[in-house]
């Protein structure tokens, strides 16, 4: 592509991805025009009380939606296309490019979001290049990865090529046969490439991550040592894993049948594109695997990463409705617990132990192999691209600074990288790269049973409900600012020594002191009916007694206050009595 004579910067702004695992996410912009490089979603952490997901704040995005032009993706993994159903609520993305397994997996989802019709999906072919916009042209790089399916991409800019390697490892025995694009890479390494974004995650690890297919003879002898059911939980996306215990399972003469509705879903999908293969007697539903004998029987779940409603926590939580484990079960973990997740994990290896299964998991087995380079990868690719500049992306701080400091080994000088954050501005020119600023950045979090975004003020709600309880209050108040019976109390949570009936009778005096003082800001009496703010009383009483309550309590718990009141005020007559006002179906009556 010609260079621009104006010499116009070409932003590169990441929304998510750095500093944390998951929710990747990143901007391109040049002039008027946007394209986005996948959006992914994170999981939460327990302190997200009732939250499912985690996305990126699209703050920046929703602004500047009339200058997004299209989106590529590089891959099917959750923390890549996760999020694209809850961004096409908000703005539209004309075209979305990828690979044919991503998109399938997309597909669904959108249409089960019902934003299907916000976009047009375009599936891609390795070294299909497509045009979004007027300023960028995006091709299609075949990697290696732990999904099938799985891109590098070389981004065209007036500016020079900007390579993000997404997703990958150097697999030189790959199991689909699908080899790394190594010349390709070579070519755009010999013409010049302006910068290169590249993965960061297994940064800290020396040496090149071993081939798929290296863990094919360790299953073999797992399975071969298994004498009652076996069971197999691994990543619902790992392609490749699942095809080679599929063909273990038929090798050792086992049927299998899977359990949870995502691996369900890919393994759909991916038999649809050949991505796996086996006969269809092969996988049966669970019903019709019950009356088989123990040694015969594989089940395939998800909940390798101990996710709270995974099939294989609930197995081990003892809440699943139609599987128990049994003492000489084999449960076999063919995944590595990802950062932050190794407790859940270890809570689930431990309460299936508990219950009598044989648990196979961990490093040593050689049962699971990254699908992230390792700083043998990292120097191959920068070997190849020949960047002139470099970040480091997708990967926690430290990853990122490890993997700068094995670039500046591969020649590349630190003056020409940034280590940046989410919402960080990186600008290029030909010559220069710096960080321009910063836009909006943080997270949104998604309640998914209400379909609906947690605030911040409600996860503070929400982890203050956790921590100190819920004080729940129900007065009864009349249109003379008068309670009509003492208020109930109810407790959820909160510890105290405060006798029950003792804090009841001291809320009822706090409520009366407060009405007696305040009722005049909130009632009045012109006309014959008598006006109250009622919404206003409200929001007062409960302030007031929460702060209350909590310098008696010692403890800080919630406190909700539910404010009943007559249906009908009272009316003045002639003869200056009162009486009850109607309801217009009772003057009908």
């Known amino acids: 592509m010609a260079k621009n004579e104006t010499n116009a910067g070409l932003k590169i702004i990441p929304l998510g991805g750095l500093h944390e695992i998951g929710k990747n996410t990143c901007v391109f912009e040049y002039d008027d025009e946007i394209i986005l490089l996948d959006a992914g979603l994170a999981f939460p952490t327990e302190a997200m009380h009732g939250v499912n997901i985690v996305l990126p704040d699209m703050t920046y995005l929703r602004e500047n939606r009339h200058k ?34 991503a998109m399938a997996m997309l597909e ?32 299609y790089i075949r990697n290696t990865h732990s999904i099938a399916d799985s891109f590098t991409v070389a981004i065209h800019t007036p500016l020079g090529v900007v390579i993000h390697t997404g997703d990958f490892k150097f697999d030189h025995t790959p199991v689909d046969g699908e080899k790394f694009d190594l010349q390709r890479l070579a070519e755009h390494g010999e013409k010049g490439v302006l910068c290169l974004l590249s993965d960061s995650t297994n940064s800290e690890v020396p040496g090149f991550t071993p081939s798929e297919a290296s863990v094919f003879p360790n299953l073999d002898r797992v399975f071969s040592q298994a004498e009652g059911r076996l069971f197999v939980t691994t990543f619902a996306s790992s392609v490749h894993r699942i095809n080679m215990i599929l063909q273990l399972a038929k090798k050792h003469n086992r049927v299998v049948t899977v359990v949870g509705r995502s691996m369900l879903n890919l393994i759909a999908h991916a038999r649809n594109l050949g991505y796996i293969k086996c006969e269809d007697n092969l996988l049966q539903p669970l019903h019709m695997v019950r009356n088989l004998p123990d040694d015969n029987v594989l089940v395939l779940t998800t909940g ?31 995944a590595n617990p990802i950062p932050g997740n190794t407790i859940a994990v270890v809570n689930t290896i431990d309460k299936l132990m508990q219950q009598g299964a044989k648990v196979v998991y961990g490093r040593d087995q050689g049962i699971h192999v990254s699908g992230h380079g ?24 430290r990853m990122l600074v490890k993997h700068s400091q094995t670039a500046q080994k591969s020649g590349i000088p630190a003056e020409n990288m940034v280590i940046i954050q989410n919402g960080d501005i990186i600008e290029l020119t030909e010559d220069s790269i710096r960080v321009a600023g910063k836009v909006q950045s943080g997270i949104e979090l ?8 947690v605030s911040a003020k409600v996860l503070q709600e929400r982890q203050r409900m956790a921590e100190e309880g819920l004080v729940t209050i129900a007065a009864a108040i009349d249109w003379q600012g008068k309670l009509l019976a003492k208020p109930e109390i109810h407790l959820r949570g909160v510890v105290t020594s405060v006798e029950r009936s003792l804090l009841q009778k001291w809320v009822q005096q706090r409520i009366e002191e407060i009405l007696g003082v305040r009722w005049s800001e909130f009632a009045t009496s012109e006309g014959e009916q008598p006006e109250i703010d009622w919404g206003g009383l409200q929001g007062t009483l409960e302030r ?22 007559p249906d009908e005020p009272p009316v003045k007559v002639a003869d200056g009595r009162r009486r009850r006002t109607r309801t217009a179906a009772q003057v009908a009556s």
């Open 68 to 101: 997004i032009k299209g989106m590529v993706v590089t891959h099917g993994h959750e923390d890549h296309i996760g999020g694209i159903a809850f961004h096409l609520k908000q703005f539209d993305i004309p075209v979305i490019y990828g690979p044919r397994l």
């Open 108 to 139: 669904g989802k959108l249409e089960e979001a019902g934003v299907r019709d916000r976009t047009e999906l375009r599936k891609v072919l390795p070294r299909d290049v497509v045009r979004i916009g007027k300023s960028f042209f995006v091709e």
């Open 304 to 334: 390798s990463q101990g996710e709270t409603m995974a099939a294989m926590t609930r197995i081990a939580n003892k809440e699943h409705p139609h599987i128990k484990i049994r003492q000489g079960d084999t449960v076999v973990f063919s």
């Open 374 to 397: 390792c700083q043998e990868d990292q120097k191959l690719m920068i070997a190849l691209t020949r960047p002139k500049f470099f970040v480091p992306v997708h990967g926690e701080h």
């Open 446 to 453: 998604v309640d998914t049973t209400s379909s609906g975004m």
């Open 544 to 565: 007031e007694l929460q702060r209350s309550i909590r310098r008696e309590l010692q403890c800080q718990p919630s406190v909700t206050l539910l404010m009943q009141i």
